[in-house]
Each structure stands twice: as structure tokens, then as C-alpha cells.
């Protein structure tokens, strides 16, 4: 797992990383074969409650967030996908990472 984001945290990557795992489940295997997925976190963005006042968006954007590119491979190692998604929730970046990886194993499994 990569940390392209301006907060340098190893507990931070490893916990993210966790996550993921617990996302991608055996639950959410094929019958085509097992995809390895590389994961990047290329951006956090910390709670920030001055950002309360934004009309109609400032209850969103005060979250945390965080973003994260996964690349999806075959066992080839061929690269079979590209998804990058980002989103706010919570107070806490580990809120915004749950969101994000539940967000990104919904559409794996689905497709």
C-alpha cells in the first residue's frame, strides 16, 4: 500500500490497509479467478468545523476525507481496473476510509 497524501502516518497505512481486507472479503470472490487490488491513499483531509458555515455544502466538506486509488489485477498480473474515489465522513479519517472502501467493494462486486 502507497501514501501519496501530506499525512505520513505508518498506523495510518496499516489501519487503511485492514480496512480494505475486511471489505474484500472472500465474500466478494468470482468465478473468473482472484483479483489482486494495489491500493493509494492520495489524499486526507482532516475535520475541520470552521467549514460548518459554507452554505448548503458545509456540513460535507467540515468531514473528514480521504481518498484512494485501487488498481485491480488478474492473476497475470494484468490490470484489469482503475478506480479512484474519494469522499467525507465523519470526524475521523478512519470514518472516511470505512466509506470509501465500502463504496469501492459495492462496485467491484457488482461488476
Not at 497505512?13 to 485492514?18: G, M, P, R, T, Y
Not at 484512494?68 to 482503475?82: H, P, Q, R
Not at 470526524?91 to 467493494?105: L, N, R
Request: hydrophobic share 40%; charged share 25%.
Amino acid at each position: 500500500m502507497l501514501n501519496k497524501s501530506d499525512m505520513h502516518s505508518s498506523s495510518m497505512v496499516a489501519k487503511v490497509k485492514s480496512i480494505f481486507q475486511e471489505n474484500f472479503s472472500a465474500e466478494t470472490k468470482g468465478t473468473k479467478g482472484t483479483l489482486t487490488a494495489e491500493v493509494c491513499i492520495w489524499e486526507v483531509q482532516k475535520y475541520t468545523p470552521e467549514k460548518h458555515w459554507i452554505p448548503y455544502a458545509g456540513g460535507q466538506t467540515a468531514q473528514a476525507g480521504m481518498g484512494v486509488e485501487v488498481v485491480l489485477l488478474d492473476g497475470a498480473k494484468k490490470t484489469v481496473a482503475k478506480i479512484r474515489h474519494f469522499d467525507h465522513q465523519g470526524h475521523d479519517w478512519k470514518d472516511a476510509a470505512e466509506d470509501v472502501a465500502g463504496h469501492i467493494a459495492t462496485y467491484v462486486a457488482k461488476h
